[in-house]
């Protein structure tokens, strides 16, 4: 399958470490983004036990980034489970080249991360709160 | 009195014009797509570039005078900047455009640089103004819109010396404050009188004059405290937050559209009368002080149609002034020139659109440069007023 943006080893180790790795409390996170000039993807940063409003004020508001996020759901029963999604951040303010190879470049982080849940934020941090995160996963 | 110096540009509408940091060249919109060049020769202004990018006529341009780039802001929905950079073939510096998408699905209609020359405001019929940014991560401009609670279309803008606070003149008849702070350009600025801590698209204050009407220009004070705006009711406002009142002087001639603060306690305005008015004022009140057009010193010879006089039974004599009298509403009977004398008294001859300062001298600023739709460029020197009721209207100085 041709691709636009190469993901090196490195990032899908990285990936599987985090899909395995035990979460006692919170919601952890990592970001990666798109080297534009190398056309590979980047880990930017990993987020351990981070709110998601938090987590909105960290990332960038005008470039778009993928975030795996392992959140911390509390179902209406009592258990609480720790689900994968993948966050499209995307916001409109982005420059037009990247969001274009963001989107190109999506479906195949998507399976090489193993995530079937995508959740896209287009509105930048208004569109990231904990309500919307919940109320997609439900 | 110190005359004004005046410029015939063109023949055609200046739309808007700025001066570069140090005077010396002039960027105008002609009512064109283009942005016209000028620079000084002499004591005259000679066309030397034509920057040509946008699709449509363009609405208002801006210089920075520190960092020395050009913004222009189209009808075509789009901003470019500009920037002179040295040709790589030729070694001359060329002015190269960069593309700002501002997002708006109307028109443009006024562009302003911030004071640090890092953001710019752009007004628009969307309803909108566009804070544009420059990410260095991704070697684009950003734009972010200030929306609520604007319902019409943005006619002027205005920044505050601080950087973060912008005023907004609008065709819902409203003047507002908003907050333009973006965060990875500005830090967060000092509380002013107008509030502190400002999030993006806070509104400050919301200010309109008793009559309504369209608020054509906003400015603010040199220190930023106090805001002016003028509307379509022919009236000047002067808002002091948290103070006393809001001072509003109505006038009996026609409206302004443009203004500009010339030291903390005058301001220049000028409109569709076609000459630039000037107001003092403090907390304690506000009015008008007189203009800076001392007509008796405008154009004294009637140059002109004297020559268009021809032979025949019908163009001359009785029977043309008559003709004239009863058609073209001309009297020549008591005696003053039978030319078609359209001519105003005034060193404009049409409305001023633009009055931007011109030369400051510490905190004050001492000449004024207007330009209108008459073509006319005129610089006027800000301490010649003449008082309005002391004028003696219509004396020929032959």
């Known amino acids: ?138 | 009195m110190a005359l004004p110096e005046v410029h015939n540009i063109a023949q055609v509408p200046i739309t808007s014009h700025a001066f570069s940091g140090d005077r010396s060249q002039l960027a105008v919109s002609l009512n064109s797509n283009d942005v016209q060049i000028y620079s000084r020769s002499g004591t005259d202004f000679v066309p030397t570039e034509t920057l040509s990018e946008h699709d449509k006529l363009i609405t208002s341009i801006d210089w920075a005078p520190n960092s020395n780039r050009i913004v222009t802001a189209s009808q075509d929905r789009n901003a470019y900047v500009w920037q002179e950079t040295p040709d790589p073939e030729t070694g001359k510096l060329v002015w190269k455009p960069t593309l700002v998408l501002l997002r708006i699905n109307r028109s443009a209609t006024y562009v302003r640089w911030s004071p640090n020359e890092d953001k710019f405001a752009v007004a628009s019929g969307a309803r909108a103004i566009s804070i544009c940014s420059f990410d260095a991560e991704n070697n684009w401009w950003v734009a972010k819109h200030l929306k609520k609670p604007i319902r019409s279309t943005v006619l002027s803008v205005d920044w505050h010396p601080n950087n973060v606070l912008l005023a907004a003149g609008s065709a819902d008849m409203k003047a507002r404050v908003f907050s333009a702070f973006i965060k990875e350009v500005d830090q967060r600025p000092a509380p002013t009188v107008w509030g502190s801590k400002l999030p993006f698209n806070t509104v400050c204050g919301e200010y309109t004059s008793p009559a309504g009407g369209w608020v054509h220009t906003v400015g603010f004070s040199p220190s930023g405290d106090v805001l002016a705006f003028a509307s379509h009711d022919s009236s000047v406002s002067i808002v002091y937050p948290g103070g006393p009142a809001i001072y509003n002087i109505r006038m009996t001639s026609l409206p302004l559209v443009t203004l500009t603060w010339t030291s903390e306690d005058s301001i220049v305005a000028a409109g569709h009368d076609c000459r630039p008015l000037v107001f003092t004022g403090s907390e304690a009140g506000w009015q008008e002080t007189g203009t800076l057009d001392d007509s008796k010193s405008g154009e004294t010879s009637r140059a002109g149609a004297a020559g268009a006089s021809s032979v025949g039974r019908l163009k001359a004599g009785a029977f043309a002034t008559f003709r004239d009298a009863d058609t073209r509403g001309q009297s020549s009977i008591s005696g003053s020139s039978p030319s078609a004398d359209t001519k105003l008294l005034t060193v404009h001859q049409n409305t001023i659109t633009n009055a931007r300062p011109y030369e400051i001298h510490g905190d004050q600023v001492t000449r004024v440069s207007t330009t209108g739709v008459d073509g006319i460029l005129a610089i006027w020197d800000v301490n010649a007023v003449t008082a309005l009721t002391a004028r003696v209207g219509g004396i020929q100085l032959r």
């Open chain 1, 1 to 138: 399958m041709s691709q636009t943006v190469d993901i090196p080893q490195t990032i899908k180790d990285s990936l599987r470490k985090f899909r395995f790795a035990r979460r006692n409390a919170g919601s952890a996170a990592i970001v990666i983004k798109i080297n534009k000039q190398k056309l590979i993807m980047e880990e930017v940063e990993q987020f351990d036990n981070i709110s998601i409003e938090e987590l909105a004020e960290e990332l960038p508001e005008n470039s778009p980034r993928y975030v795996v996020l392992s959140h911390e759901l509390k179902h209406n029963d009592g258990r609480t489970s720790f689900p994968l999604v993948l966050l499209n951040w995307a916001p409109t303010t982005s420059e037009i080249g990247m969001m274009t190879l963001h989107a190109s470049a999506l479906i195949n982080f998507q399976n090489t991360a193993d995530v079937s849940k995508v959740i896209e934020i287009r509105d930048g941090p208004e569109g990231l709160t904990k309500e919307i995160v919940n109320s997609k996963l439900a």
